[in-house]
């Protein structure tokens, strides 16, 4: 028996700061999350699964529908979130979001200092 299993990003959502739960796709996305379904028309799908996040749950609605499934949502499908006042470059943002996720406990430094002020 083999499994396959198809990982799908969020199509397009504008950033709204303190919306990462609820901001839902552009019209961009929206467009995008259509072709998804239409690509995907005639796979076999058995199983659809999603962040908690409004953008990832419209990206495959579609999809869902079309093959008459239930989204199941998975809590720790969200995004790990860096908290502190810090501006850093993205390589270094990258490799931050990598160790928090080996140490459950990482903070950057100033992120550290900014939640003791």
Known sequence: METTVLMIRHAE?????GKERTRGLSKKGEEDASAVTTVLHSFNIDVIV????TRAIQTIQGLADDHKLEIHIIEGLREKQLKGAYQLPAEEIDEAIKKSFQDLDYCLEVGNRAGMS
């Not at 959502?13 to 700061?17: M, V």
């Open 50 to 53: 999603s962040s908690p996040y």
């Open 13 to 17: 959502s504008p950033f709204i700061f």
